[in-house]
């Protein structure tokens, strides 16, 4: 089945450094790709997504490009706030309801 | 606005006790689905349900049930048969089969067994 490695956290940076969470998947054909992120306490809320080859998803300043070649959806940031403070999910569809199969998640911590 | 509504946001129960956590969707959405959270894990699928009176397995079935008497509405019962019950419970719901198609998450249901 569909399946998706992220990278380890937890990550902490200094406000307004870049930001690279990686995100490597392996998947039957081209499922669209999603990050979400999970603030303290709450559900998941989606971050952006891309649906074929070569998408590129954003919001918020963020952005992940749906990478073929490389089977990769890495989330990137060039400028974190202290508001980015989160744990942010890479995920991908599997089975026959496109229940997600989602990564580990890794903590962001922003400082001032 | 629409989305999806869970309660209670907190929830205890004692040994031996089965408990029902709520799931409501005013998004007209098809597909449902009921993950756990564990500290520092990803999620993981315990049931889902495609349409009305129809639900299946996910990968954590055991200890679990769930019913889909209508569309909007898809609740978990946690058994005395699922051993270790402690965690977050998340509902999220689907609209239609597109492969392009996101799942919409609920604010999430916190469970502790005292």
């Known amino acids: 089945g569909n399946s998706v490695t992220q990278m380890e956290g937890p990550v902490t940076l200094s406000e307004e450094a870049f930001l690279t969470i990686n995100c490597t998947y392996t998947a039957t054909g081209y499922p669209s790709l999603f990050w979400y992120v999970q603030y303290p306490g709450e559900g998941l809320q989606l971050l952006l997504k891309?649906?074929?080859?070569?998408d590129k998803g954003s919001n918020k300043g963020f952005e992940a490009t749906y990478r073929k070649e490389t089977t990769s959806f890495h989330l990137e940031k060039g400028s974190v706030q202290v508001s980015d403070s989160a744990v942010y999910f890479c995920a991908l569809p599997s089975g026959s309801a496109r229940q997600l199969t989602f990564g580990s998640g890794t903590q962001l911590t922003v400082l001032p | 606005d629409g989305g999806i509504t869970q309660s209670p946001k907190y929830l205890f129960r004692k040994e031996g006790q089965n408990v029902t956590l709520s799931c409501e969707q005013n998004?007209?959405?098809?597909?449902m689905y009921w993950y756990r959270q564990d500290p520092g894990q990803g999620l993981r699928l315990i049931y889902y349900?495609?349409?009305?009176?129809?639900?299946q397995k996910g990968d954590i079935a055991e200890g679990y049930s769930v019913s889909r008497e209508k569309k909007e509405s898809f609740p978990l019962t946690v058994t005395s048969a699922q051993k270790n019950p402690t965690a977050f419970y998340l509902c999220?719901?689907?609209?239609?089969?597109?492969?392009?198609?996101?799942?919409?998450f609920g604010p999430g249901t916190r469970l502790t067994v005292l």
């Open positions: 998004l007209n959405h098809d597909a």
């Open positions: 999220a719901s689907r609209a239609g089969t597109s492969r392009n198609n996101e799942q919409f």
């Open positions: 349900s495609q349409i009305v009176n129809d639900f």
């Open positions: 891309a649906t074929k080859a070569d």
